[in-house]
């Protein structure tokens, strides 16, 4: 018998041996008790810090001298409650709409001012004057 084969051989036989059953891993003694992870989500939902980062949220606790957890726990809990993407502007914001008429001033002559779809908007009066211009006559 060829060396390779007896190699191989003997793989299959230590493979085949049941192999020991995997030991239950213990929590580390560091891990957050049910009631540190119930306080996470609620400091990070709450109204001060709802469109923030877990980034933001640790350092301005550390600033005031409070420490929940460490930054990747607190993606880790988010991610266990579906909320780890898209934290950005989940507060409510005010509504914008156009800027309101500013009546000529600032404006091209005979418009109305900086409305949305008026294509002098964003040309000043400055610029319209040094604009040089033929004369018909």
């Known amino acids: 018998m ?5 190699a191989r ?14 030991t239950a891993v213990s929590a580390p003694a560091n891990a957050l008790t049910p009631a540190e992870r119930e306080r996470v989500p609620a400091a990070l939902n709450s109204a ?7 980034v933001q949220v ?5 600033d005031r ?13 988010l ?15 005010p509504a914008r709409g156009c800027p309101r008429a500013n009546h000529g001033r600032g ?14 908007s ?4 400055a610029d319209l004057v040094s604009t040089p211009r033929r004369h018909l006559t």
């Open 48 to 54: 001060e810090f709802i469109d923030t980062t877990p």
């Open 58 to 62: 640790y350092a301005t606790m550390f």
């Open 9 to 22: 051989q003997a793989r299959r036989r230590t493979l085949a041996q049941p192999q020991p059953a995997p």
């Open 79 to 93: 991610a266990v409650n579906a909320q780890a993407k898209g934290r950005r502007r989940l507060a409510r914001q």
């Open 65 to 77: 001298g409070m420490y929940l957890c460490s930054v990747s726990s607190m993606y880790r809990i």
């Open 122 to 125: 964003a040309t000043s009066t």
């Open 107 to 120: 404006s091209a002559p005979g418009t109305p001012g900086n409305v949305c779809g008026n294509p002098w």
């Open 2 to 6: 060829s060396r390779p084969i007896a």
